[in-house]
């Protein structure tokens, strides 16, 4: 049993980390969701919210693939190597310019206007290839989106990328507090009007990591819309920012693709022969969407569990 003691600024007994002694344990569990020795924690977690939208896709009757590779995702028209120098997983500023630059030589050598032989284009788009910047070691190993989920009588596509995030760290606790403030006094203003519902303000922090997310894969759906503009791709594939918080606040693109997959499973049971139970197809999409929420939420749930559970304490044999 570990030491305990407390702080000044707590009233309950505190336990400080193994990994780092200078920081404790908090109720809130603010270090547990950053200390590194919750993340085995942290990616099952992640792992097991991606299965239960993969294993919902499937059950839809559509394809699901986790963690497809980004070569074949482009239909091979990079090498496994170039899409590792494409497409790192924190592009820097001058890797953006870069990119502009890569992306217009590769429209360049594709347009009619184009006088060079094959040799002649390989070579152009090379010299911009090589002009990208250096990366380190971790952006080396690239980018993969969590999920690819395809319908394959229409080929409509979506891409979905899985983050869960702590609203009670100290870096975001203040700007929450402030969201919800407001937003229950919008409330308060609107009881007794017979207003028509409307979605609730999302989160700053949710809305925050959806627009990271977009910022992180803007390149890799940008190359994907112009294969479809070059007729290479049937469907333009809708990039998903799954949000949700360690409390299970969903984010809007979270919220629609969950919808999303319960219209694809209503349009299944209405193609499908009446069942031997004698369940409607209304009934069937009821029970659909409340276990697939309540799975999300479930495995929301045992991830957070976990990590506090975990935190502060050493991993042997890593």
């Not at 284009?121 to 690239?142: C, F």
């Not at 980018?143 to 995030?165: F, G, H, M, Q, Y």
Request: with cysteine.
């Amino acid at each position: 049993m570990r030491e305990t003691k407390v702080l000044r600024n707590v009233d309950y007994p505190v336990q400080p980390c193994a990994i780092h002694p200078l920081d404790h344990l908090d109720a809130a569990a603010c270090h547990a969701h950053n200390c590194t020795s919750g993340c085995h924690a942290r990616n099952r977690k992640h792992n097991n919210i991606a299965r239960v939208l993969a294993k919902a896709a499937k059950e839809a009757g559509l394809e699901a693939t986790r963690e497809p590779d980004t070569h074949g995702l482009l239909l091979e028209e990079f090498t496994k190597e170039e899409c590792r120098r494409i497409f790192p997983r924190q592009p820097s500023q001058d890797y953006k310019e870069a990119f502009l630059l890569l992306q217009q030589a590769i429209e360049h050598v594709r347009s009619p206007e184009c006088k060079l032989d094959k040799a002649g284009k390989e070579a152009h788009v090379k010299q911009r290839l090589d002009a990208m910047p250096a990366l380190g070691k971790k952006d080396l190993r690239g980018l993969r989106i969590d999920i690819n989920i395809v319908n394959p009588t229409t080929e409509e596509a979506r891409w979905i990328d899985v983050t869960a995030v702590s609203t009670s760290s100290p870096s975001y606790v203040r700007k929450e507090a402030e969201h919800i403030c407001a937003r229950d006094g919008i409330k308060d203003l609107m009881a007794g009007f017979s207003a028509p519902m409307l979605r609730a303000t999302i989160s700053p922090v949710i809305a925050g990591r959806e627009r990271q997310k977009r910022e992180k894969y803007a390149n890799l759906v940008a190359i994907a819309n112009r294969q479809h503009e070059r007729g290479s791709r049937s469907q333009r594939p809708h990039f998903v920012a799954f949000v949700i918080t360690n409390t299970g606040e969903l984010g809007n693109e979270a919220t629609d693709l969950v919808e999303w997959l319960v219209a694809q499973y209503k349009a299944k049971c209405l193609r499908s022969a009446p069942r031997d139970d004698g369940l409607t197809t209304k009934e069937l999409v009821s029970l659909f969407r409340k276990q697939l929420y309540l799975n999300i939420q479930m495995e929301l749930a045992n991830g957070v569990g976990l990590t506090i559970n975990q935190s502060g304490l050493y991993r042997t044999g890593h």
